[in-house]
């Protein structure tokens, strides 16, 4: 399958169209938390500590993760209304040069792979764990 070269769309604005610092630390946040609220079931064997443990940073890692979603998502319903392109859009209006330079910038960021890098590890996590705990629960006994 034809895969085109990730690369800006030839905005003005290139330093947004790459990811910053704090997305990825945000990501690895998530990440983290992922594999941790899944790994509470297979170490309940070892006491009440370490499930507590895995609990506890899984949860708190989501709230921080799912915090810096919701303000990008708010800054860009923000930016969505300010410049009113569902509207114009809607209406069949034409864009302006400040709206077509806002769709480029958004385009530009939606073009980025940390999304489905979290969905990978949501989904290969889940498999993983389930599999183990199937295996530890009904099949090890």
Not at 93 to 118: P, V
Request: proline share 1%.
């Amino acid at each position: 399958m034809f895969r085109p070269k990730k690369e800006c769309l030839n905005c003005q604005a290139a330093a947004s169209c790459r990811d910053s610092a704090a997305s990825w630390v945000f990501l690895f946040i998530g990440v983290i938390a992922t594999i941790s609220v899944r790994v509470v079931n297979l170490v309940l064997s070892f006491g009440l500590f370490w499930p507590k443990f895995f609990w506890y940073i899984g949860v708190a890692g989501f709230f921080l993760y799912f915090l810096y979603k919701f303000k990008q998502d708010k800054l860009l319903r923000r930016e969505l209304e300010k410049y009113q392109i569902h509207k114009k859009i809607s209406n069949s209006q034409d864009l302006d040069a400040g709206d077509r330079e806002f769709l480029r910038t958004m385009l530009c960021r939606m073009r980025s792979n940390k999304d489905a890098i979290n969905y990978f590890f949501i989904f290969s996590s889940s498999a993983i764990v389930m599999i183990l705990a199937i295996y530890q629960d009904f099949i090890k006994k």
